[in-house]
DNA sequence: GCAAAAGTGTTGATGTTACACCCATGA
DNA sequence: TCATGGGTGTAACATCAACACTTTTGC
């Protein structure tokens, strides 16, 4: 099935084996300064132009989706290595102005320092987004930003999926501010460590912090190995 | 975008405004007796003659996903008003043998009785199957089956859609049968009862269990109403 | 009266919350 | 020496798990 049609983002004319009805959308979150922020693109061309939306792209023939998604956040953002969980199809009738389409949205975990490497836009074409200042976005996209923050909410809750947010090495501060940003309350910090620490999922490092003008806090970093070890025994994680 | 083909399902020849490359695959679980459930169907025709398989079927233009997923269960079931969510979009390349096709899975609660009322398939057709007594389906439908197990498992325990499985009337030990056979485990009689009571959202009924050889146990009604208000002030339900 | 399930009470263990407090470091 | 955040201690309170026990009903 070799269709050729013109990409709504890029202006560009396709003629590629591409599903022709299903596309895909995907929530980019990452963590910086104490703020939870969305990558959202700027459509250079088409009826969307100038107008901000999720990126996205269509499904080749030969690829699962779960690969498209990989594929296509890798052309957005470079990274090939990143939490990815699809969250759901979305598919009003009059979502997409040309025709019936319908969409599969994923998120994303990424740490933002993985993204400065190597971006695949300029800074003008993608940019990120603090939750606040996101206004109105193409199509349903808005939509599909609450559903995935809705899911981001309940799972960073019960899987150690946060961590993917956040740097290698980090402080258990950052991580309760992370998790007081994604879920919207307030942490006590002697409890959040406590809480924390028992589980026995940070590797305690020897480094501190550095450059700080306060006492420097330990280094930690995540135990992915041991989580699946107790996993396996039975151990559920919940914040 | 008119298309005509032939229904796997059925053999019939589809002559309909219908989307091509997407279906939905709808895994119905009921209660019965201790048991939980899933109504599957058996393709007379096609490739796939006399192997099981989840009911599903095609989108039409005009509808969107949870509108074609309510009617199709309308098609089989007979039944209006029941419980459906969305689970995810399945698309590995392999998954459909005629084509690349990708299914949307959703699953539905419901009563058995409601059910019995008025069914669209006959016995032979369309049959309920105790989890142990499914063996291979067609296509991916066992992945389908064992994702849609999952979400409601997880689900279960976190909001009060457990009653949509139940008669409207039920006893509590009913209720506690239900949580065990769903999430495999056992629950201690008394402890049950005060956890589910102390959230208030059964209603006792005046009535009680009739032709039981036993002390006759009160019948429950769950309190949609309340649940609402409850939810609107931060309650959240937890089993 | 016996079996079977309904339903109540109690207790120790465990987990959670709130908050007081000391420590280390740069400016 | 002060501000800032790192990090520890603790007592009151809420929740949970386990299990002994009483009640009701049909046979």
Redesign the pocket.
Known sequence: MVKQFIDEESGKIIEKSVINAITIDCVIFTFDNGNLEVLLIQHANGISKGKWALPGGWIKEEESIDEAAQRLLRETTGIKDLYLEQLKAFGEPGRFPLGRVITIGYYALIKKSDFDIKAGFTAADAKWFKLKDIGNLIYDHNEILNFSLEHLRAKVKRAPIGFNLLPEKF???QLMQLYQEVLGIQL????F???ILKMKLLIALEEKEMN???????LYQFDHDRYEMLTRKGFIFEV
């Not at 006590?188 to 409890?191: A, I, L, T, Y």
């Not at 700080?212 to 330990?218: E, G, P």
């Open positions: 402080t258990l501060l006590d910090k002697p409890n460590r406590r809480k700080v003008s306060h006492r420097a806090a330990k």
